[in-house]
């Protein structure tokens, strides 16, 4: 996790700062040099271009809508440059705000960020893409882009407002909390997020991007509206991404690997409450091409959650059919391997479907998935599951065997929580390539 220690310098340096308004001196305190480890991407990143100390823009505190003000300091500190928001105070998005111009440039978030709930208004306003009615607040593209929190800048989406919104109209579009759509080369390090309205982060059309230091988690005052679809980070058309050395706590898949994430490396998080470390869902739509490959998963602690290790993929459709969103998409997954998992209390240590959303296996059996699923691995998995399926801890489960492919488990030690002999579900798997007690549906 971030040190300590420069957390501290930092505050004792903002505190020799005046910082009372946005022409006040502002110095910059020395930032984090930060690396990926222990696993490291094929390609490595590049370093960031030098960046100007006097070339500081602070985001006037005192504005109703920070969005605009905050454009524009990125604008004027583009190049070169860096943009602070200042400690100890709020800012607030009421608008949205376009940050995919940025080059070479940092964003020191200090402060907190709060977004606007006005959701009538962000209904028609946020930024919004097909791939799963995707919208945003606010988004983050160009190239060598910075985004520091050094443990102190918050994002809070004030989620209740959305999730209550939810539990009234199914249909309304909630944001997502962060988003880049077109950054390559960069960082975003030393947040905390809180109470996203939707997804925590997506990461889309990205590339080279060192995600770390990140802390998620809701925050529930309604319990009647409890948060929805909070994922903790989705990749989407995105490659060269490591997201590592962080904490979530949240109601649905830590990571998800969306389609076309390809070189993604995922290591050091703790997970709590969530839906797993997914891939997928994949093969929704008809007629697109999904592809999740070269994926490495290491070192994860995982508690209390309905799955540890997920593929989801979703079964064919019958002849004839087009324009289906509920499957019948081709592609496939690819390299991808789950090392050193740590469980406590989760449904299913490990969860293996193309059968996702069928109404019956007999459905999924009549009707296989197109999407080929191959050369995956799940090794030196450890701990419990939780009591829900005693005394079968896993799932795997393929729609015929011609398209489940190389599929290996070693070294697997999950135990139940009545002591009994671990159970796995297999169905149209090469038993002979896994390492566990497998036994039929």
Same mark, same amino acid.
């Given at each position: ?35 990926? =480890? ?34 524009? !300091? ?46 009538? *208004? ?13 919208? $945003? ?10 985004? *520091? ?5 918050? $994002?809070? =989406? ?48 990205? /590339? ?16 009647? /509206? ?29 990571? /998800? ?70 499957? =019948? ?33 007999? !459905? ?17 998995? *450890? ?10 801890? =896993? ?19 999950? !135990? ?26």
């Amino acid at each position: 996790m971030l040190h300590r220690l420069i957390i501290g310098a930092l505050i004792s340096t903002l505190l020799t700062a005046t910082a009372t308004s946005a022409t006040a001196p502002f110095i910059l305190p020395t930032l984090p040099n930060l690396t990926a =480890g222990p696993k490291t991407p094929a390609i490595p990143f590049s370093p960031s271009a030098a960046r100007d100390a006097s070339k500081i823009c602070v985001v006037d505190p005192e504005v109703a809508d920070a969005g605009p003000a905050l454009i524009s !300091a990125a604008h004027s500190c583009n190049n070169g440059g860096t943009v602070v928001l200042l400690p100890d105070t709020t800012y607030t998005i009421a608008s949205p705000t376009d940050l995919t111009f940025l080059q070479s440039i940092d964003i020191l978030i200090l402060g907190t960020v709060v977004f606007s709930d006005d959701v009538e *208004y962000w209904q028609t306003r946020a930024f919004g893409y097909a791939y799963q009615d995707t919208h $945003l607040f606010w988004k983050f593209g160009g190239n060598d882009v910075n985004i *520091y929190g050094l443990g102190i800048g918050t $994002l809070d =989406g004030l989620g209740q407002t959305w999730w209550t919104a939810k539990r009234s109209n199914e249909t309304v579009y909630r944001p997502v909390l962060f988003g880049t759509d077109g950054l390559a080369g960069g960082s975003i390090s030393g947040l905390n997020m809180k109470n996203s309205p939707m997804w925590f982060n997506v990461i889309m059309n990205s /590339s080279d991007v060192l995600i770390t230091d990140i802390n998620i988690w809701n925050e529930v005052t309604n319990s009647s /509206s409890p948060p929805a679809n909070t994922d903790g980070w989705d990749t989407y058309r995105s490659t060269n991404i490591v997201i590592q050395n962080s904490t979530i706590d949240n109601y649905d898949d830590c990571v /998800s690997f969306k389609p076309n994430s390809t070189s993604i490396i995922i290591q050091n998080l703790q997970c709590n409450g969530s839906h797993g470390i997914s891939v997928g869902s994949l093969g929704q739509y008809q007629g697109e091409y999904d592809i999740v490959e070269d994926v490495y998963v290491y070192n994860i602690s995982m508690s209390n959650a309905s799955d540890g290790a997920r593929i989801k993929i979703w079964p064919g459709v019958p002849p004839n059919t087009t324009g289906s969103s509920s499957g =019948g998409g081709a592609g496939y997954v690819r390299n991808v391997t789950y090392e050193l998992f740590y469980n406590t209390n989760n449904d299913w240590a490990i969860e293996l479907t193309q059968c996702y959303f069928a109404s019956s296996q007999a !459905a999924c059996d009549a009707y296989p998935a197109v999407l080929v699923i191959e050369d995956i691995l799940f090794k030196d998995f *450890y701990g419990t599951a939780s009591k829900r399926h005693d005394p079968k801890v =896993g799932s795997l489960v393929c729609s015929d065997p011609s398209v489940c492919k190389n599929i290996r488990a070693e070294n697997i030690n999950i !135990a139940p929580p009545s002591a009994a002999v671990a159970e796995w579900v297999c169905t149209n798997m090469d038993e002979g390539l896994l390492a566990i007690n497998c036994v039929a549906a």
